[in-house]
């Protein structure tokens, strides 16, 4: 059974910064990525990564935010620098296979102070 445990979310002023984690199990992924949704709002994608290590950001967070991975644990992380009230919301972790199949975490909440 694949599982993703995200860890790293809390509460932090304005400028601070978080590291996220999700560590997936069971098994190998084409793509892991970061979503994020507050209240009122979609969902919508953070930033992602391919099985080769191409990455991708949403415009709101080119330059403050970076995903990479672990492939040998397949853990996906998310460095999260100059943080802002906006990026208020609850991050969840993404991961699809090769064949298409698409698992998502619980989420992690993250709360940023003004």
């Known amino acids: 059974q694949v599982q993703l445990v995200e860890s790293g979310g809390g509460l932090v002023q304005a400028g601070g910064s978080l590291r996220l984690s999700c560590a997936a199990s069971?098994?190998?992924?084409?793509?892991m990525a970061w979503y994020r949704q507050a209240p009122g709002k979609q969902r919508e994608l953070v930033a992602d990564?391919?099985?080769?290590?191409?990455?991708n950001y949403a415009d709101s967070v080119k330059g403050r935010f970076t995903i990479s991975k672990d492939n040998a644990k397949n853990t996906v992380y998310l460095q999260m620098n100059s943080l802002k009230p906006e990026d208020t919301a609850v991050y969840y972790c993404?991961?699809?296979?090769?064949?298409?199949?698409?698992?998502w975490g619980k989420g992690t909440l993250v709360t940023v102070s003004s």
């Open positions: 990564i391919t099985s080769g290590g191409s990455t």
């Open positions: 993404y991961a699809q296979r090769v064949l298409g199949t698409v698992y």
């Open positions: 069971g098994s190998i992924f084409r793509i």
